[in-house]
């Protein structure tokens, strides 16, 4: 059960500031209420996603119907829904303890009860906007990747794969290296506490302070939060010629002295869109999706995107304009020639994908569940002074052709 707890003695020194905060989060506007994949609706258990193809021949003409030879080719994926749930309990007894309690109403049996303010604020700024983001990294990395400490965890037994992991494991899924101005090679790893630890590259020119980079093919035994190192993604915090000092803690007597680094900032990064831009066949980047979700888009990780909108920034007027307002719409969602390029949050990091609207299925019961919260003061019920706070889901997502969904990534 959880507690309202308030730390440092709850010491009351003057007047109290009435509003409530909660740390910074950033609650996706939604997958589908942006287009950015197909939404299906009031599905319980199943959805099959049907598809048929038929290639034509053309054959010798004859005065005597021959018909072509082969078969029309029907194919099937499912959506198959997986239920998990948020379900929290709240004692708020201490509040009758501190400085929230001039806002309960008078009463001993209103010493359970949460403040309106607190109750309100709980609701509409912390479990629904958690939920949106649990559940939008759920759909997108999958159950390992949602955030184990600053928003959510998945503890559900059912396998959820995500969107990200499938298309890593699906063959039919082109996969292509980010190009080589992204790629840098590592000469050795320092294991060290957090922000001490150390990358020395071969060359540190292009890199910035804040640069989020990506190890690869890397020897040795070190590890960061008992995971290998090799595929994991560190934060540059200072640089000092070729040596970089990196946010992340890193472990292991047997040091790397080998491997390459990834990273996507404003000084590779058009290089990088112009080399996705170029590899996507003409019949995929013309698509428009028949579920009138739009055409076929690039999708980047949210410090790519930045990276995108600075370097436009540093382009416009010889070096100047960093106000152009079709690189800063609202939406996040911004212009590469004719391709739509969205920024999105919760992703991997160094990693970009180009799908149509109309191939990618989110599959849920409805849509409004992921931040629907039931709440229930148990007191008036059974005597039991504590509130419940409910929410169930059921989604999965997939694609339906691999073979049109393209993933550009550390390799």
């Known amino acids: ?97 501190s400085w929230e309690s001039e806002q309960q109403k008078p009463g001993s049996f209103e010493d359970y009860k949460l403040t309106p303010e607190l109750y309100n604020f709980l609701l509409s700024e912390v479990y629904a906007p958690k939920m949106a983001i649990g559940n939008e990294q759920l759909y997108i990395l999958g159950k390992a990747g949602v955030n184990a400490g600053e928003v959510a965890t998945a503890t559900f037994s059912a396998a959820y794969v995500g969107l990200l992991p499938l298309a890593i494991a699906d063959a039919a899924v082109r996969k292509t290296a980010l190009p080589p101005t992204a790629r840098v090679a590592i000469t050795g790893v320092a294991s060290g506490a957090a922000n001490a630890a150390t990358v020395t590259v071969a060359n540190a020119d292009n890199i910035i302070v804040g640069d989020r980079v990506t190890l690869t093919g890397t020897n040795g035994n070190q590890t960061i939060g008992g995971t290998t190192i090799a595929g994991q993604t560190v934060t540059v915090i200072a640089i000092n010629a070729l040596v970089l000092t990196i946010e992340e803690a890193v472990t292991g007597a047997a040091a790397a002295t080998e491997g390459f680094g990834w990273y996507v900032n404003q000084t590779n990064i058009m290089g990088v869109i112009t080399s996705i831009y170029m590899s996507v066949p003409q019949k995929v980047k013309k698509q428009v999706s028949k579920t009138g979700n739009g055409r076929t888009k690039i999708f980047l990780s949210d410090r790519m995107a930045d990276a995108y909108r600075v370097a436009n920034g540093l382009i416009q007027g010889n070096g100047g304009d960093f106000t152009l307002v079709s690189y800063f719409e609202q939406d996040s969602i911004f212009k590469y020639l004719d391709f739509d390029v969205v920024a999105m949050p919760h992703w991997a990091d160094n990693t970009a994908a180009v799908w149509n609207p109309g191939n990618v299925f989110l599959g849920v019961d409805l849509l409004s569940d992921e931040v629907n919260a039931r709440v229930l003061f148990l007191g008036d019920v059974t005597g039991d002074d504590v509130y419940r706070v409910k929410n169930r889901m059921k989604s999965d997502i997939t694609y339906k052709y691999g073979q049109e969904v393209f993933l550009y990534k550390p390799l």
């Not at 007047?15 to 740390?23: F, G, S, V």
């Not at 997958?31 to 049907?50: M, S």
Request: charged residues 25%; glycine residues 8%; negative net charge.
């Open 1 to 97: 059960m959880a507690e309202i707890i308030y730390p440092n003695g709850n010491t009351y020194g003057g007047k109290l500031y009435a509003e409530l905060m909660t740390p910074a989060m950033l609650a996706p506007a939604g997958i589908v209420n942006r287009g950015l994949v197909t939404g299906i609706e009031t599905i319980k258990n199943k959805e099959i996603l049907r598809g048929v193809n038929r290639v034509i021949e053309f054959q010798e003409p004859s005065a005597k119907f021959v018909a072509q030879t082969g078969d029309i080719d029907l194919s099937q994926k499912a959506l198959e829904m997986k239920a998990y749930e948020v379900m929290d309990e709240i004692d708020a007894v201490d509040l009758r303890l």
